[in-house]
């Protein structure tokens, strides 16, 4: 079992930054893939990155892809998102998520354990 927190979220201005993490607890983080999904009211939580166990693959929503980088320092059971250009479209509540082995995929019924969540909002 492994449990998640996340950190990092806040107020940014429309093409500045933010950096989320999350911090795991256990072991056997290695063992997990890694997923940051995000969810604004009134619509289905929806994936964002992933990355394998060993960081060696990552995996990207289209909307993202060249503006967030997702990684890992399995020595600080810690992944990352660092999302650059951000857009008022990127305001929602981010969460990690966490499955066992497996490839880092963008269903959310295939994760098993989820954090609290944090909120970013970008302002226009």
């Known amino acids: 079992q492994v449990q998640l927190v996340e950190s990092g979220g806040g107020l940014v201005q429309t093409g500045g930054s933010l950096r989320l993490s999350c911090a795991a607890s256990?072991?056997?983080?290695?063992?997990?893939?890694i997923g940051w999904f995000r969810q604004t009211p009134g619509k289905e939580r929806e994936f964002v990155a992933a990355v394998n166990c060993s960081g060696g693959a990552t995996y990207y929503a289209d909307s993202v892809k060249g503006r967030f980088t997702i990684s890992r320092d399995n020595a600080k059971n810690t992944v990352y998102l660092q999302m650059n250009s951000l857009k008022p479209e990127d305001t929602a509540v981010y969460y990690c998520?966490?499955?066992?082995w497996g490839s880092g995929s963008a269903n959310k019924d295939q994760y098993d354990y989820w954090g609290q969540g944090t909120q970013v909002t970008v302002s226009s």
């Open positions: 256990g072991r056997t983080f290695s063992t997990y893939t």
């Open positions: 998520a966490a499955r066992k």
